[in-house]
């Protein structure tokens, strides 16, 4: 029922009026409480799709396995730390210093303002000392535009599988090997294949094996003496027939990881892949200064290959890391040469002794 205004005369006073409330029409209240609901729910809904992120991981990187020696390592460190006295053998890591002459290199560049960007290729300077080491050493002649600088030789070499392997690719890795091998081809989203190697052997790589498992879908060898981990050296012999064998298939190229060059023994001898006959072309050289200069914590290491390989993973160094650090190059650059700075090596394998143990 409806409420109207509603007037009551009076003889003795002015006309008074008043007004009742009046009720909504029908619908009218029941509408606008429905609208603000669903306003209200809507609100609710995009905060709970806001607040409900996907926190999802690529395949590709959901299928890779953290570093085991970094894993190790940082361990180590922990315990040391805690006053645990601990003997690391996991990272590859010199146990003298850096030499002085670098050193100080490093403390005068900082002084002198040498603080900015490196071009992405690294210096020319430093480029070129690279490419007289490889000419003087190696017997491998590279310009500087065949050179690329990067931070560690464990850069050159991820950037290396990147920038030649494909989905489905298959990389071809000689055991035992260093822990990354596996993971860097299945961040290129290739295929590990692991090629057992045997004691008796040295384990060195069999070419009877190396051949009986080279596929149309085989893209790269990982070759890397002196062995990491087991500091086997492929004699040349031994490297040559390898090479006979690669020769057969245009699409297999060879990684030659050298980072253990100069930690070597006599008699043995370091051979580069890149110089054995036919090989210069498909050979992606990594090499660095870590393991000889005792320079693990600076990260500087090269790659030397073929132009358009070179170019591939500069391409793809630009966008990850940019450049080498500016202390690294000049540090380097200011050494005599890479060969006479080798020579306070000498010392330290005569401090550091080959040990035998008889059976029993």
């Known amino acids: 029922m409806a409420f109207s205004s509603l007037s009551t005369p009076s ?19 029941s509408l606008s409480f429905a609208r603000a609901s669903a306003g209200r729910f809507r609100m609710a809904a995009v905060r709970a ?9 690529s395949p590709r990187v959901s299928a890779l396995r953290p570093s085991k020696t970094m894993a190790i390592t940082d361990m180590a460190s922990a315990l040391r730390q805690a006053g645990v006295p601990v003997i690391g053998l996991a990272a590859g890591e010199p146990d003298f210093d850096t030499p002085a002459v670098i050193a100080e290199a490093g403390i005068n560049a900082i002084r002198d303002g040498s603080t900015r960007y490196t071009p992405n290729a690294g210096t020319m300077e430093l480029r070129k000392a690279i490419c007289n080491k490889l000419q003087e050493e190696n017997g491998l002649t ?4 065949q050179v690329l ?7 050159c070499i991820t950037q290396a599988v990147l920038a030649v392997c494909s989905p489905g690719d298959e990389v071809l890795i000689p055991a035992p090997f260093w822990v990354s091998y596996p993971e860097m081809a299945r961040l290129a989203g290739a295929t590990p294949v692991i090629l057992p190697t045997s004691i008796s052997d040295n384990f060195l790589l069999k070419p009877e094996s190396f051949a009986s498992v080279i596929t149309e879908k085989s893209r790269l060898l990982i070759l890397c003496s002196p062995s990491n981990p087991t500091g086997s050296v492929y004699p040349r012999e031994l490297l ?12 297999l190229l060879v990684l030659s990881d050298e980072i253990y060059e100069h930690i070597i023994y006599h008699p043995a001898k370091h051979t580069s892949f890149a110089a054995l006959p036919g090989m210069y072309d498909r050979t992606l050289t990594v090499n660095g200064f870590s393991k000889a ?27 990850v890391s940019i450049c080498l650090s500016f202390l690294s190059s000049e540090s380097f650059c200011a ?15 005569s401090y550091h002794p080959l040990f035998f143990f008889a059976d029993g």
């Open 149 to 155: 600088v990067s931070n560690g030789a464990k850069q």
């Open 335 to 349: 050494t005599i040469s890479a060969i006479e700075c080798c020579n306070f090596l000498i010392p330290y394998f």
């Open 49 to 57: 799709q806001a607040e409900a992120v996907d926190t999802s991981i």
């Open 293 to 319: 200069f005792a320079m693990t914590g600076w990260r500087l290491g090269y790659l030397a290959a073929p132009k358009h390989f070179v170019s591939a993973c500069g391409k793809i160094q630009s966008q």
């Open 11 to 29: 003889s003795s006073s002015p006309s008074s009026s008043f007004t009742l409330p009046t009720k909504p029409s029908p619908g009218a209240g």
């Open 240 to 251: 040559e027939e390898i090479a006979a064998i690669v020769k057969k298939y245009p699409r």
């Open 142 to 145: 590279y310009s500087p535009d």
